[in-house]
């Protein structure tokens, strides 16, 4: 499996160079990334199996029109206040704002975070990542709902630096 850091960077290059798809493989594993569009963030298309590569790049085709919905749930977003500090995601996958459904979210409108502070779980690629506020400052709103879908750069919290 690709290290999330390695896709991170990955990501990373493909926005500065504004590639729209890259395809990475090995002996063991192949990584395609693609995206649709200059506005929409990278998608991880197909991680597989070398054996199954060329079976599963057909299947993740039709997954782009699927994505289509994401653009208007975007329009949708509220102003955000130039005074508040976003926290992004920093991949694709899964938002989860509690370590699991019987705890209490890591934080809430009104806490106070700080660097460190670690603020909710991303799923990607069946690994749950903490992700830390990586500022301080008092929790203003939390954007997307506990099972929401992410995308790289997509704000999850407003921070009002303290």
Same mark, same amino acid.
């Given at each position: 499996?690709?290290?999330?850091?390695?896709?991170k960077e990955l990501v990373r290059?493909?926005?500065?160079?504004?590639? !729209?798809?890259?395809?990475?493989?090995d002996e063991q594993e192949t *990584?395609?990334?693609?995206?649709?569009?200059?506005?929409?963030?990278?998608?991880?298309?197909? $991680? *597989?199996?070398?054996?199954?590569?060329?079976?599963?790049?057909?299947?993740?085709?039709?997954?782009?029109?699927?994505?289509?919905?994401?653009?208007?749930?975007?329009? +949708?977003?509220?102003?955000?206040?130039?005074?508040?500090?976003? &926290? +992004?995601?920093?991949?694709?996958? !899964? =938002?989860?704002? @509690?370590?699991?459904?019987?705890?209490? @979210?890591?934080?809430?409108?009104?806490? !106070? *975070?700080?660097?460190? !502070?670690?603020?909710?779980? *991303?799923?990607?690629?069946? &690994? =749950?990542?903490? &992700?830390?506020?990586?500022?301080?400052?008092?929790?203003?709103?939390?954007? $997307?709902? @506990?099972?929401? @879908?992410?995308? =790289?750069?997509?704000?999850?919290?407003? &921070?009002? $630096?303290?």
């Amino acid at each position: 499996m690709i290290d999330i850091r390695k896709l991170k960077e990955l990501v990373r290059l493909m926005v500065a160079n504004d590639l !729209t798809e890259l395809d990475l493989r090995d002996e063991q594993e192949t *990584v395609t990334l693609r995206r649709p569009g200059p506005q929409q963030a990278p998608q991880v298309v197909a $991680p *597989v199996q070398q054996v199954a590569a060329p079976v599963a790049a057909p299947a993740a085709a039709p997954a782009a029109p699927a994505a289509a919905p994401a653009a208007p749930a975007a329009a +949708e977003e509220p102003a955000v206040d130039e005074h508040l500090t976003p &926290i +992004e995601s920093p991949m694709v996958g !899964t =938002f989860y704002a @509690s370590p699991s459904p019987d705890k209490p @979210s890591f934080v809430k409108v009104g806490d !106070t *975070v700080d660097a460190e !502070t670690v603020v909710c779980l *991303v799923e990607a690629m069946k &690994i =749950f990542n903490e &992700i830390k506020a990586e500022t301080s400052g008092v929790v203003e709103k939390v954007l $997307p709902a @506990s099972g929401d @879908s992410v995308e =790289f750069g997509e704000p999850m919290f407003l &921070i009002r $630096p303290s």
